[in-house]
Structures are given as structure tokens and as C-alpha cells.
């Protein structure tokens, strides 16, 4: 049995972006030694946890859990859980609501500090970069891209950044993000979008906004998976 702690502890783990062989034996040893594992989707993280013979208890966390879900894993910290935060794939506060949760904790523990630890690991933004080639010293990261208020706005910001730009993008929504980058980059700006990253079909394409849309157009399998983009500076 698992002895309550003086106070909680929160471990923000980083999980496999889809090589399940990728997650670090230190996150291997917090997942199994939390009271409680907070996902984003417990079916997705299940597999992860039977893979690994983990059998911690779960629940949910996830951007449509609300005020009830922040409030549950603040409950748990405040009986002195120790609480493993993990997301679908790669390291939770990176484009999901961890990066608020923590930001809560901190304000509701800050005269009773509650322990919160980093575990890291796997990360889609790193990967890609260590694999592109591209002119990314330094960079801004946006993210996923708004559905549609301020996306063409972004996409202008995009074109007259010096830095390299980087954003997700799902594959219902790629081919109108290079469309959209075709009427704000010139030829000479390369593009690189990299999917399934450690997956069996990982891919990285890399050319002029129109030259990498053609080769997308010319094989849709392509389109499927999620995207890493990552756009040189100006």
C-alpha cells in the first residue's frame, strides 16, 4: 500500500510520441509508483500502461475537463497523492491544459508547496528538429493554429519572421496550412513537415510550400498521421 505523503507531489511524465519503446525507465518507475495517473485519454494511455504492466489507478484530464477536472487533481494533491500528469503522446504543458494545471498548483500551494517534478522525454517539436536540416537556431513555437480567428493573421507573422516558425498540424487541416503558406512564402523559403514521428511510416518532406503540397496531392496517404511543420526564417 502506497504511505500518504506530508504533501502531494505532482510528475509531469513525458510518453512515447508513438514508438512505445521511446518512454525512460525513470517514467516507467513514477507512472508505477503514482497514486493516480491523470490522462488525457484513458483508452490511448492504457495501452501505454498495460504494455508496461502498470496498474495505478486513472482518471481524466484533458482540455474539456473543465473546472471539475482542474479541482479533482487539486483535491488529490491537497490529501498528499502523488499525482503522474501524462498526455496522449510526448511531454504534457506543450499544446494541452498541463501547462494550466501546474500554474494552478503553484498559486494554490504556494504557502504549502506542493513537490511538482519534471520527468522528461519524448517531444514532437525536439524530434522534428533534430531531423529537419533546417535553418532553426532559434525559433518561435505556436502550437497548434487556431481553427480559424487569427489563423491567416498568423500565417502573415509567419512569413516575416526571421526566426523559424514551428506548429502541429492534424492532417484534416495540412493541405490548407500549405496553401496558406504558398500565398505568404516565396519559393525560396523551405518547408519541412514531418508525420508519424517513430511510427512505422515516419516521414519527413521538405522543399518550397508548393513543392511539398504536390508531393501530398500526388500520394494522399501522405496526408494522414500528425504533422510537425517547421518553416525557415525569413
Do not use: W
Not at 525507465?25 to 508505477?32: C, D, Y
Not at 498528499?80 to 500551494?109: M, N, Q, W, Y
Not at 511538482?116 to 522525454?121: F, V
Amino acid at each position: 500500500m502506497t504511505m500518504k505523503n506530508e504533501i502531494g507531489k505532482l510528475s509531469v511524465v513525458a510518453t512515447p510520441i508513438g514508438n512505445l519503446e521511446d518512454i525512460t525507465l525513470r517514467a516507467l518507475r513514477m507512472l508505477k509508483e503514482a497514486d493516480v495517473i491523470a490522462c488525457e485519454d484513458t483508452r490511448v494511455s492504457k495501452k501505454l500502461l498495460s504494455h508496461y504492466d502498470i496498474h495505478a489507478p486513472v482518471t481524466s484530464f484533458h482540455s474539456n475537463s473543465g473546472t471539475k477536472g482542474f479541482e479533482k487533481i487539486l483535491e488529490l494533491l491537497e490529501e498528499g497523492k502523488h499525482v503522474a500528469l501524462i498526455c496522449d503522446a510526448g511531454t504534457p504543458g506543450v499544446s494541452d491544459p498541463g501547462l494550466e494545471l501546474v500554474s494552478r498548483v503553484r498559486e494554490k500551494f504556494e504557502q504549502n508547496p506542493v513537490q511538482i517534478e519534471t520527468i522528461p522525454g519524448p517531444s514532437a517539436l525536439a524530434a522534428a528538429l533534430s531531423i529537419a536540416g533546417l535553418r532553426a537556431a532559434s525559433f518561435t513555437f505556436y502550437g497548434f493554429l487556431p481553427l480559424k480567428k487569427g489563423r491567416e493573421t498568423l500565417f502573415k507573422e509567419i512569413a516575416a519572421s526571421e526566426r523559424a516558425c514551428i506548429f502541429y498540424e492534424s492532417p484534416h487541416r495540412i493541405m490548407k496550412a500549405l496553401e496558406s503558406l504558398i500565398k505568404v512564402l516565396g519559393e525560396e523559403r523551405r518547408v519541412g513537415i514531418f508525420r508519424e514521428l517513430t511510427k512505422i511510416h515516419e516521414e519527413s518532406i521538405i522543399g518550397s510550400a508548393s513543392e511539398v503540397k504536390t508531393v501530398l496531392e500526388q500520394d494522399p496517404q501522405k496526408q494522414r498521421g500528425e504533422f510537425v511543420v517547421i518553416v525557415e526564417g525569413a
